[in-house]
């Protein structure tokens, strides 16, 4: 298989967390990424890996105005789904 080179900017925290991690699996770094990005790349994520929380997690709470029993009280669930 023909391999071709890139170059990748990597933190230094990262970098270390690399580095210790080829060495205790005794395999060099750029398998390593290799290996990283066949996963990240091809694998399919598991059913239910990642809920709707997750991903707006970071949206919680950030509305203002909104009634403190929102996400509680059944009156404000009248009529939804009609």
Not at 15 to 44: I, M, P
Not at 48 to 55: E, F, I, P, T
Not at 58 to 80: R, W
Request: proline share 5%; glycine share 8%.
């Amino acid at each position: 298989m023909t391999m071709r080179t890139i170059s990748v900017k990597l933190p230094d925290e990262l970098l270390a967390q690399l580095a210790r991690k080829a060495k205790a699996r005794r395999v060099t770094k750029s398998g390593l990424v290799r290996e990283s990005l066949e996963n990240a790349l091809y694998e399919q994520p598991r059913a239910g890996a990642v809920s709707c929380y997750d991903l707006a997690r970071d949206l919680a709470g950030t509305v203002k105005g909104l009634p403190e029993d929102l996400a509680d009280n059944p009156k404000y669930m009248e009529g939804f789904g009609r």
